[in-house]
């Protein structure tokens, strides 16, 4: 028997995939994870770390190597944290992606069903159309990219393959601004300094530049000046003030320094005008493929209302309006809402209603005044839904609950729990693909109510 200890050498097999693209291996019955090891490939690798249940492993030498691997087209792979899967090709990222959702619903759900094949991404480069660059300062100079994996130490990016040209362009220019200015980057230990992250956000027809600081900068007139010469398809500056030791980007004061801070874009047909504090999915292609999946498990017609939980600025939401016959979308941010609001006037849609609420709260709320939908569609964020929500939604009885998500592990849990408390039967699992080279995958899920 092989003995598990730090730095000892042993020859593995992979045998599949840990949820952040890891190998898993096996020795000697213990569980292995070794970074950038594929599925079927053996290797030769050094124990780095042995915890209680699991260890961890490094490649020392790969002994034969998978058909699937590719060499990385970004040159800060694996170091930059943002990425975890360039070393796959197109097949072997979409088996990965499908298994992780596969495995969160058998292993934390208990369910049998098995999930679609993942619907894949056309683009697998420059398809975000929102990119959050930290900063920090390095040697006394400015830098901006992504943090290191498990670390907020900033790995210098001068482009990053996954965003626009016109985002990397426009973070260079605010670090030059930075340099030459001498506006210090913000250092979460001392909590001094000052920008914090650069975020850019582009529609068909704009693009919206957010600083975001631990209080207002000096020579922001400059800043804009240099912005709008060099980047013309900017139609908006803002500037976010985030004084709080916190991990969180956005703070809560937005102030407009220069033209729209409101990006618009179309999607499903739909034009969309989004505050910098409205969620947006960041593949539009893939996003208008996961709404129709959404739309094709709702099955709505115009005689059925649906309760659209976790709205934000009304995409999902206007979507349903156009096959019910009344809509309820709720969002806490009320910046979403008051865009929602408008997005609805602008489409012409008048059968759709829109409430700032916590989910939790407005769910518990509607289930007490006895609103009965015909269909929920819940899109929460990573962390899901809190129990709850699933009780309310439970109470309201709707025939079909669509529930979108980005995190398979939570959106199991929360299936788990929903087909435990009401009588629901998994129908439909479908991952899709929003996030090329990471390991983030979004699925549309369809559970109907056994009458």
């Given at each position: ?15 599949g995939?840990?949820?952040e693209?890891?190998g898993?291996c ?9 970074a950038?090891?594929l ?14 249940r ?10 034969t190597?998978?058909?699937h ?21 197109s ?7 499908t298994?992780r959702v ?10 049998s ?6 619907i894949p ?8 159309n929102?990119a959050?660059?930290?900063v920090?300062?390095q ?18 990016t ?8 016109l ?19 913000y250092d ?7 920008i ?14 957010c ?19 060099t ?5 908006g ?7 709080d030791?916190?991990?969180v ?8 320094l ?11 047909g739909l ?15 893939q996003?208008?493929r ?5 739309l094709?498990?709702a ?6 209302t ?6 934000g600025?009304?995409?999902i939401t206007l979507c ?26 602008q489409?012409?849609?008048?059968n ?7 989910a ?7 289930a007490?005044r006895?609103?009965l939908?015909d ?12 129990r709850?929500?699933?009780d309310?939604?439970?109470t ?14 939570t959106m ?5 729990y929903l ?8 129908t439909r699992v479908?991952?899709?693909?929003l996030f ?5 995958v ?10």
């Open positions: 028997m092989e003995q598990l200890v730090k730095n000892s050498i042993h020859t593995v097999l992979c045998t995939y840990t949820a693209a890891m898993v096996r020795i000697d019955g213990r569980v292995v994870f070794v950038g090891l599925r079927g490939e053996t290797a030769e690798v050094q124990i780095i770390k042995v915890a209680e699991v260890a961890y492993g490094k490649i020392n030498k790969l002994l190597v998978s058909p691997r590719t060499t990385p087209s970004c040159a800060h792979f694996p170091q930059c944290g943002g990425c975890a899967t360039w070393h796959m090709d097949e072997e990222e979409a088996y990965f992606k298994a596969q495995d969160a619903i058998e292993r934390i759900g208990g369910f069903l098995t999930v679609d094949p993942v991404s056309e683009k697998a480069i420059r398809y975000r929102k959050q660059f930290p920090g300062m040697n006394g100079k400015v830098v901006s990219g992504f943090y290191r994996q498990r670390s907020h130490a900033v790995i210098p001068d482009d990053c393959l996954l965003q626009t040209k985002a990397n362009a426009v973070v260079s220019t605010v670090r030059n601004w930075m340099e030459e200015c001498s506006i210090p980057a979460e230990i001392s909590h001094k300094g000052m914090r992250h650069v975020f850019v956000r582009s529609g068909d027809t704009s693009a919206v530049l600083l975001i600081s631990k209080s207002k900068p000096k020579y922001l007139d400059e800043l804009i000046s240099r912005v709008r010469n980047h013309p398809e900017i139609t500056i803002v500037l976010n003030l985030n004084p030791k916190t991990n980007i956005l703070g809560k004061k937005t102030l407009t220069w033209g729209d801070a409101n990006m618009t874009d179309t999607l499903c034009r969309f005008t989004l505050a910098p504090e409205a969620f947006y999915q960041v593949n539009h292609d996003a208008e996961l709404y129709e999946l959404a094709e498990y099955d709505l017609d115009d005689t059925q649906a309760l659209d939980l976790y709205c600025a009304g995409t349903l309006a156009r096959r019910a016959k009344r809509v309820l979308g709720v969002e806490v941010v009320p910046e979403a809402i008051e865009n929602a609001k408008k997005n609805a006037a489409n012409g849609v008048s759709a209603e829109f409430f700032c609420a916590d939790t709260d407005a769910a518990i709320n509607l007490k006895g609103e939908p269909v929920v569609v819940v899109d929460p964020p990573r962390k899901g839904l809190t709850e929500v699933v309310a939604i439970a309201m009885k709707p025939s079909r609950v669509v529930y979108v998500s980005c995190d398979p592990a199991a849990r929360d299936l788990k087909c435990e408390t009401a009588p629901y039967t998994l479908t991952p899709v693909d090329p080279k990471t390991y983030h979004e699925s549309c899920v369809l559970l109907c109510r056994e009458e």
